[in-house]
């Protein structure tokens, strides 16, 4: 009988592995047929696959969550570096105070990202994603800001 419960909670188990490989793979196919310029598969899957919680997700949202909060975090560990890379006094001030606004923007970026989870966990997706498209200038912002010095 103990044999029979641990064989079927290990074949539940491979079940579930594969359903959240497959929903990896068949969601990051869709992401990158629907943005190839942007999203490229081996990334996507590879990022997905090395997130503990996205290989427990079960449904397409589960993995927005997981790509959300996996944004959030990102952002704020870029802003902070970036707001130490800041206080280098050995930079120029252009550098310096490019940086700042660059950790600024950074922060701006998390904080959309926060809103566009409450948006997705509330169902509403279209401020979900005007949240995840303002995040998304952050880098372009910073980087620009550079350019302009050239």
């Given at each position: ?12 188990y491979l079940l579930l592995v594969s359903v959240s490989s497959n929903l990896i793979q ?15 598969l081996d990334f996507c899957v590879s990022n997905f696959e090395g997130n503990p919680k ?84 952050a880098p372009m912002n910073c980087e620009n800001q550079f350019k302009k010095k050239k």
């Amino acid at each position: 009988m103990k044999n029979s419960h641990i064989s079927s909670l290990v074949s539940f188990y491979l079940l579930l592995v594969s359903v959240s490989s497959n929903l990896i793979q068949e969601s990051c196919n869709k992401a990158a047929k629907l943005d190839p310029q942007t999203i490229k598969l081996d990334f996507c899957v590879s990022n997905f696959e090395g997130n503990p919680k996205a290989k427990s997700a079960t449904t397409f949202s589960d993995l927005v969550e997981v790509s959300i909060e996996a944004a959030i975090t990102n952002a704020t560990s870029i802003g902070s570096i970036i707001s130490k890379l800041s206080e280098n006094k050995s930079l120029e001030s252009f550098e310096r105070d490019g940086l700042k606004n660059c950790s600024w923007l950074y922060s701006l970026a998390g904080t959309c990202l926060q809103g566009a989870r409450e948006a997705f966990k509330a169902k509403n997706y279209a401020t979900a994603g005007v949240d995840i498209v303002a995040s998304i200038e952050a880098p372009m912002n910073c980087e620009n800001q550079f350019k302009k010095k050239k």
